[in-house]
């Protein structure tokens, strides 16, 4: 191994071995995960014990209408927000914070207007104390992968929604997590942009390995990426089904079985949403 790259040098060719040998996905448990918000009037239960364990390299949705709790399951995967109880389980390891093995994507791409689109990919490597040429090489070649060859001199406000989010999606592999939480990440795109990013994440995601967990209110979005689609039901938020999705990749939004596939999971969703439990009042229980 060590020979070919010596050889690959010596012929002057550009040596990307290092970038192409990402860091593969690792497994997740959420073990007993609960959260409860409390104010002044209200006490919210954002999570019920949860349980859910993730193989490494899976690609798995959360689906649920808003308010059930999966952005705060996502921040305390993330490190971000502190469980009340439970414990997140990374790669046999408990979590205990923030770490650049799970990054957290938003529906709106986090991207600094002050720097260019080269300098945004290369942020988070700088923070590394990543050397300046390995930066450069890094996030040329994310920037490939997410199609945006060209734009590296371009300022956020000359970009796309869809072009924010590769950015986006660049920064944040550049990093080279084990585990990417997208939250959302296309919420607020056309249906035309949403289609190619499919696309584009899910040949990233056969191509690196990465463990990932995709957020959305959209069924068709989370069957036609999800090996798993775990649905959420609100008040209190909690985890009431937990559906495979074994249809061949890469599936068009429109095939029948993933309608069928889809209309099963909305049926189970609506069923979960007629028998809502109470909201606890602070004081009334
Ligand atoms: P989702 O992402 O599924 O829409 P969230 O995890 O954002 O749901 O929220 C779950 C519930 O917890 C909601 O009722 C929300 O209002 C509440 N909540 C979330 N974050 C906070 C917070 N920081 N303070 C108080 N309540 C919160
Ligand atoms: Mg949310």
Not at 54 to 66: D, Q, R
Not at 199 to 221: C, D, G, M, P, Q
Not at 239 to 260: K, N, T
Request: net charge negative; charged share 25%.
């Amino acid at each position: 191994m060590v020979q070919q790259l010596d050889v690959q040098k010596k012929a002057g060719q550009a040596d990307y071995s290092e970038l192409r040998s990402t860091t593969p996905g690792i497994s997740l448990r959420v073990e007993n995960v609960s959260k409860t918000f409390v104010s002044r009037d209200r006490i919210v239960e954002a999570l019920q014990p949860v349980n859910l364990d993730v193989a490494s390299g899976e690609f798995v949705c959360f689906l649920g209408p808003s308010g059930c709790g999966k952005s705060t399951l996502l921040s305390i995967i993330a490190g971000l927000e502190k469980s009340d109880g439970g414990a997140i389980i990374a790669n046999e390891r408990p979590v205990q914070g923030p770490g650049t093995d799970r990054i957290l994507l938003f529906q709106e791409a986090a991207l600094f207007p002050w720097l260019d689109v080269q300098g945004n990919v290369e942020f988070g490597l700088r923070q590394k104390g990543i050397p300046a040429r390995e930066r450069a090489e890094r996030a040329r070649h994310y920037l490939e992968l997410v199609h945006l060859k060209g734009f590296e001199r371009s300022y956020v406000h000359q970009l796309s929604g869809g072009m924010r989010q590769r950015v986006a999606i660049a920064r944040a592999l550049a990093i080279d997590p084990a585990i990417l939480l997208m939250d959302e990440p296309f919420g607020a795109l056309d249906a035309f942009t949403r289609d190619s990013l499919h696309a584009e994440l899910e040949s990233i995601w056969a191509e690196t390995h990465k463990t990932i967990l995709f957020v959305t209110h959209n069924v068709r979005e989370a069957v036609a990426l999800g090996d798993r689609v775990v649905v959420f039901a609100p008040r209190p938020g909690r985890i009431i089904r937990d559906f495979r999705i074994s249809l061949p990749r890469s599936r068009a939004l429109e095939d029948h079985r993933l309608v069928d596939q889809s209309a099963e999971i909305l049926e189970t969703l609506r069923e979960a949403m007629q028998n809502p439990e109470q909201e606890l009042v602070n004081g009334s229980h």
